[in-house]
């Protein structure tokens, strides 16, 4: 009973810890901020591995750019200060493991971002869109509201056809989620398939088209991951359906199955740009309070 309860209050901690950094994104995107230096600036040095051990404080000065991104389109030129890595930027670890809020991070920093969705373009600087009607201060006015579809799709759409990975995506520097476990709207709207993880198929197909790339690894601890999955809208269930390598469908009924899948590919993620050194590997524990002071170190942005 001990080490149960030992056990519940590390993820109680884990989760308020997460709480705390995301709240500290907002507060930063409404105008609070600490200081306004900019952190040296990393080489680029594709080959390199960063795992940040900054003691600064959590924080960085970019008041309200991410209210001009409310909509998440990701559309238009970037406005925040130059990153010290290649992009894309994309995310490579697990879902429920701070995705959101490396999205956050970025467009606080005046960067395009996506989240799971990305806006449906013809081509990567199309900025077409589909109206929408709305109501402010008694009058109707017209909001242009890009079309938007889940990353995933689009993602898996052009690599079966030979296409660019990022094609027809939208014009985002960093792809915070690109993964989808959503089996009943792919049920619903008869989607071809509920479940996909190009961080885990196609991480080489990424590669061969973008060589540079610098790939996130967004990390905390795997019994943590586990309850996050277990406590948030069945997610684990829906992990459960993916048949990915390494996860086949059906598996995951213990903890030990998912954490032993959490932490094989992690360890994957790290050999294969050992392989492929022309990456940047970018590799933050989202439970350690010095997280975002870690991301503006590697990435050259406000803290």
């Not at 924080?59 to 389109?73: E, H, I």
């Not at 890595?85 to 493991?97: A, D, E, N, Q, Y």
């Not at 660019?164 to 476990?181: F, I, R």
Request: hydrophobic letters at 35%; a neutral charge; one cysteine or more.
């Amino acid at each position: 009973a001990l080490v149960i309860v030992i056990g519940v209050v590390g993820v109680i901690v884990a989760e308020l810890r997460l709480m705390q950094f995301r709240s500290q994104l907002r507060r930063k995107t409404m105008g609070v901020a600490r200081n306004n230096r900019l952190p040296d600036r990393v080489s680029r040095n594709h080959s390199s591995h960063i795992s940040g051990n900054s003691s600064d404080g959590v924080g960085w000065l970019l008041p309200g750019v991410s209210r001009k991104f409310y909509l998440g389109t990701g559309f238009g030129e970037s406005f925040g200060p130059p990153l010290a890595l290649p992009t894309p930027i994309l995310v490579v670890g697990m879902p429920k493991s701070g995705t959101t809020s490396i999205r956050d991070f970025f467009r606080c920093n005046g960067h395009n971002a996506s989240h799971w969705k990305c806006a449906a373009t013809e081509d990567n600087t199309d900025t077409s869109a589909a109206p929408s009607s709305g109501r402010r201060g008694g009058r109707t006015i017209r909001i242009e509201k890009p079309r938007s579809k889940f990353c995933a799709h689009v993602i898996k759409d052009n690599i079966d056809n030979g296409r660019p990975p990022l094609l027809h995506t939208g014009n985002y520097e960093v792809y915070a989620q690109m993964d989808l476990e959503l089996p009943d709207i792919a049920v619903k709207h008869g989607k071809p398939f509920a479940c996909y993880m190009p961080q885990v198929n196609d991480l080489q197909a990424l590669s061969d088209a973008y060589p540079h790339a610098t790939l996130i690894l967004n990390t905390r601890n795997a019994s943590h991951w586990v309850h996050s999955l277990r406590t948030f809208m069945d997610f684990d269930e829906k992990l459960k359906t993916c048949d990915m390598t390494g996860f086949p469908a059906g598996y995951g009924d213990t903890d030990e199955e998912f954490e032993t899948f959490f932490h094989q590919h992690s360890q994957h993620i790290r050999q294969f740009v050992k392989d492929h050194p022309t990456h940047t590997l970018v590799e933050i524990n989202i439970e350690d309070p010095n997280a975002g002071s870690q991301l503006a170190n590697a990435f050259g942005l406000y803290e």
